[in-house]
């Protein structure tokens, strides 16, 4: 789904031109927009507002910047506003209004490609002089045409750039996050009249191949709005797909009169429907971001949707400065002699500590990755435990924490700190070293995994380490994501031995846990543990059990009491159906209450109930009631053998709706503890 700039009406621009608002404020991974480099995600605006909460197409003015709001406060402004904070109001918002509503598509390049010329074009009227992607022409142009349009105004139809600020631009130490620029278009509602009344609905249709075409819309009888692609942005069909375009220029035959306060307001945010375009990036790792000696932990401090984690502190390092990590050659005085000219990393906490260094990459949540490589130096020249073994691996593991691939590294060497000699590489005072080991030596060794679904990446020095090793040259290739295909799981008890618990992830069916008030166990038709008794008075236990088993809670029926169980599924899933088999229940009333209920309850992830089901009846205060309100002599109707379905003895539970995330079976008034279940299902939806 695309994403189109939304729209701000004239009432907000022209009686409130000083615009401001407070909103929580949430960005996309950097390239991971929809429709520009950011999505930006705004909520929690204020309700007096004429701002809607949603998400925007957003763009960095930041050059350099990688911090991101997750959630934060943030103030939103209209780059109109004559009272902009002082290091905002210098910037030359006419020239990027221009850009943004004349945007430059070259001939045959991807959405990405399309997306970081536009954003090159921003930095570039911002002053960056070295902008990250380079400068290709459609860039260049876009900049040369603004530059001749430095007057700009947004119109009615037009885009105008609102500005999304948190701390500021001071380039200082506390100036982290990357502040960003969201679309939004200026809606004139029509004005024939001193007092108009009319308002101004817009729905656009998308733009594929034909850029002439033309769509008409008829607000009112008394006006004619002509909708038409605009003349001065040219936008091809990819190869793959067509591509909406983005900005729609509106013509109005009638004119906006300023004294007179219209009566629109935020049209909801248009949508173009049609296949997203995913583009797998090779994404590099830029050290030089950082100073030497400065951490390069954390997420997107190196590159956006990355984390580097170490055992102690991964570090910047340059060639020839501090910290140094190693010497190269041997001998040499200076240190981190063939890194990189961008720079690298080591944890120099644990190389001063002579330790065996321990590297975790993580990426981006709802990110993964098909390819990672790492360049590792200098490694294998010293032998800092004399030992006759040296082994290190790197391990790459999907979402399920299964090993997708492994890379390792091994040789044997005498017992000895500087080995001269090796059973695979030779000489290690030079094959162990930065300068003048070859590739696919230990001193000049790349690292590389390679699949589908990897989200993390460990490197691990194991026997015979080395700890004065760096890296540099970090790259890894995003993946587009699989499609989503609703399914339908079942529990599988026959999984867990009779007796064993079925709680915890995974254990009956992935992505399910199962929390008893107790703990919920296996059971087999005729083997312990018996929940109860079927017919009742048979000598054996859990008859008319699936022959696949099920589960009870077996110390709370042991303890005579009211059960309780709540069923939850994986981070990130919902499901749209549960239903679960329950099996004896009513035929003892433990308590020898009158009235008997439970109820099974779903709930979506901000606890709101999505589906209720309930089972209540009444009976005699005896503790083998035979007879109801409802069911008849519950000593059949509540028994898991002579019980028909729909009889409580025989009751599925079921419950559908949107978003379930949690579900709850409660026993309340009149429970019967000696009770059972099988046939556990759900369905899982597509996000």
């Not at 004559?82 to 004349?102: E, F, G, Q, R």
């Not at 921003?122 to 349009?149: R, T, Y």
């Not at 809606?187 to 033309?214: F, G, K």
Request: aromatic share 10%.
């Amino acid at each position: 789904m695309l994403i189109l700039p939304k729209y701000v009406s004239a009432a907000t621009l022209q009686t409130n031109v000083e615009f401001n608002a407070t909103a929580t404020v949430r960005y996309s991974d950097w390239l991971d927009g929809s429709n520009s480099t950011l999505d930006i995600h705004v909520s929690d605006l204020p309700e007096n507002v004429e701002f809607s909460n949603g998400v925007y197409s957003g763009w960095c003015i930041q050059p350099r910047m990688t911090g991101l709001l997750h959630g934060e406060s943030a103030v939103i402004y209209s780059s109109l506003s004559s009272a902009l904070p002082s290091d905002l109001a210098s910037l030359p918002w006419n020239k990027i209004n221009y850009v943004l509503n004349h945007k430059v598509r070259g001939e045959g390049k991807s959405d990405l490609e399309f997306f970081k010329d536009v954003q090159t074009a921003i930095w570039l009227l911002l002053g960056d002089d070295d902008p990250e992607f380079g400068i290709s022409p459609e860039a260049q142009k876009m900049v040369d045409d603004a530059n001749a349009n430095a007057g700009y105004i947004p119109g009615d139809g037009d885009i105008v750039a609102f500005i999304v600020y948190s701390d500021g631009i001071s380039l200082t130490k506390d100036d982290f996050v990357q502040e960003v620029i969201i679309e939004v278009v200026l809606h004139l509602p029509p004005t024939e009249t001193p007092t108009p009344t009319a308002t101004l609905t817009i729905t656009p249709t998308s733009t594929t191949s034909t850029p002439t075409e033309t769509v008409t819309t008829t607000p009112s009888p008394t006006e004619t709005v002509t909708m038409t692609p605009s003349p001065t942005e040219t936008v091809p069909p990819t190869s793959t797909s067509p591509t909406p375009t983005e900005t729609l220029t509106i013509t109005s035959t009638s004119t906006f009169t300023p004294t007179v306060t219209p009566t629109s307001t935020f049209t909801p945010t248009p949508t173009l429907t049609g296949t997203p375009v995913c583009v797998p990036t090779v994404v590099r790792a830029d050290f030089s971001r950082v100073a030497a000696g400065q951490s390069v932990e954390g997420w997107d401090v190196v590159a956006p949707g990355l984390n580097i984690d170490a055992k102690g502190t991964a570090v910047s390092l340059r060639a020839g400065l501090d910290p140094r990590a190693y010497g190269a050659p041997n001998d040499a005085p200076t240190g981190n002699a063939g890194l990189s000219a961008g720079g690298g990393f080591s944890d120099i906490p644990t190389q001063s500590a002579l330790q065996a260094h321990l590297y975790t990459f993580t990426f981006a949540p709802g990110t993964s990755v098909s390819n990672f490589t790492l360049h590792m130096l200098d490694y294998g020249d010293w032998n800092v435990v004399s030992s006759t073994s040296h082994y290190v691996s790197l391990t790459a593991y999907n979402a399920n924490g299964v090993v997708v691939a492994k890379q390792e590294l091994s040789f044997t060497t005498p017992a000895v700190g500087l080995p001269r000699s090796s059973d695979k590489y030779g000489d290690l005072w030079f094959t162990g070293d930065a300068v003048t080991a070859l590739p696919g030596q230990p001193g000049n060794w790349t690292w590389n995994v390679s699949g589908s679904g990897i989200v993390r990446v460990v490197l691990e020095f194991g026997a015979g380490h080395d700890p004065n090793v760096a890296f540099d040259t970090l790259t890894f290739t995003t993946e587009c994501p699989q499609a989503c295909v609703s399914t339908t799981a079942r529990a599988d008890f026959s999984r867990v031995a009779a007796g064993q618990s079925v709680e915890g992830w995974d254990v009956v069916a992935p992505g399910l846990n199962i929390d008893a008030k107790g703990t919920a166990v296996s059971l087999r038709a005729g083997l312990d543990p018996r929940a109860y008794g079927a017919p009742n008075d048979a000598p054996t236990g859990n008859a008319g059990l699936s022959a696949g088993g099920g589960f009870s809670d077996i110390p709370t029926q042991s303890a005579l009491q009211a059960h309780l169980y709540t069923f939850t599924f994986a981070p990130g899933t919902s499901v749209s159906n549960f239903t679960l088999h329950m099996l004896d229940y009513g035929d003892w009333n433990v308590v020898s209450s009158t009235s008997h209920y439970v109820s099974l309850t779903a709930y979506n992830a901000n606890g709101v109930v999505v589906a209720k089901q309930e089972l209540s009846f009444t009976t005699p205060a005896v503790g083998l009631p035979r007879s109801s309100d409802k069911y008849g002599d519950l000593w059949f109707t509540g028994d898991a053998v002579t019980a028909l379905p729909g009889q409580p003895g025989n009751w599925t539970w079921n419950v559908s709706g949107s978003g379930i995330v949690r579900v709850v079976l409660e026993f309340g008034a009149g429970h019967d503890p000696n009770v059972a279940f099988d046939t556990l299902t759900f369905t899982t939806e597509c996000p």
